[in-house]
């Protein structure tokens, strides 16, 4: 049975975090992700009422000042993961996601994709012996993250192969990968040891998967079969009411 974890940040958007925690489980959800990091004391209280906090987003690619595809940055990096994975630790929570940060004026692909090589292969080092994991990710270009550095699934995962961490892996998110790439379920098939993490969202417009051309009931199928362990994360913008929005979710997806 698939491990589906809602992001928390979306629904039941009103409520504090402990309160959002008990209406998801109350949902059927054992598992929330969030986008939040940088407070220790609200990761601790979405791990409360019967659900457990499964990732946390490291950093985002408009942060510049700790962006991994910056070399110059690298020390700052490095410092801002070890903080973030100690409050994710304190949550219970193992893994989190990386962004590469936005491409960089006047350095060429190479240049850039070298420091995200040595920053995701220290990052994965430094987080090690605590078990936790990293996830880095890859964002359209297309609809919603114009000059992001990292497009490409396949580079995603030659990025995470070459760091040599085998807590360095990539979180593929159908929503982005469908835009970029399509041939989603080929892709899997040959890659899913070097999954990590999976997002899920509707294309076009990024709300309940249901609404979408992505046929989700065979994608989450094949990816079973395909024998991954990990989580597969609802991120979308609700249109329904949250609960409503969740149950309809949880059914559409079978789990």
């Not at 457990?52 to 690619?61: D, E, K, Y």
């Not at 995701?120 to 880095?136: H, P, T």
């Amino acid at each position: 049975m698939l491990k589906v974890a809602p992001l928390i940040d979306l629904f039941f958007p009103n409520e504090p975090w402990e309160k959002r925690a008990a209406l998801i489980a109350e949902c059927g959800y054992r598992f929330v992700e969030t986008w939040q990091g940088k407070n220790a004391a609200d990761l601790q209280k979405m791990s409360t009422n019967g659900i457990q906090l499964i990732s946390i987003v490291m950093n985002f690619a408009s942060e510049a000042d700790v962006a991994p595809v910056r070399s110059e940055k690298l020390p700052a990096f490095l410092d801002h993961i070890d903080r973030m994975a100690d409050n994710a630790l304190s949550a219970g929570c193992r893994q989190g996601i990386v962004t590469t940060g936005q491409q960089v004026g006047g350095r060429g692909y190479q240049t850039q994709r070298t420091a995200l090589v040595e920053a995701m292969a220290k990052a994965g080092e430094r987080v090690k012996d605590r078990g936790f994991s990293l996830n880095l990710e890859a964002l359209n270009t297309e609809v919603d993250h114009a000059g992001y550095f990292l497009s490409d699934p396949a580079d995603a995962v030659a990025i995470c192969k070459e760091t040599g961490c085998s807590n360095v892996k990539v979180l593929f998110d159908v929503y982005h990968m469908a835009i970029m790439r399509g041939n989603l379920t080929e892709f899997l098939r040959n890659n899913i040891r070097w999954i990590g993490h999976f997002h899920t969202a509707a294309v076009p417009g990024r709300h309940e998967p249901l609404n979408g051309e992505t046929n989700y009931p065979f994608l989450l199928s094949e990816i079973e079969k395909l024998g991954y362990a990990g989580y597969i994360g609802l991120e979308y913008v609700p249109l329904l009411e949250s609960r409503e929005s969740l149950l309809q979710t949880k059914k559409y997806f079978g789990v």
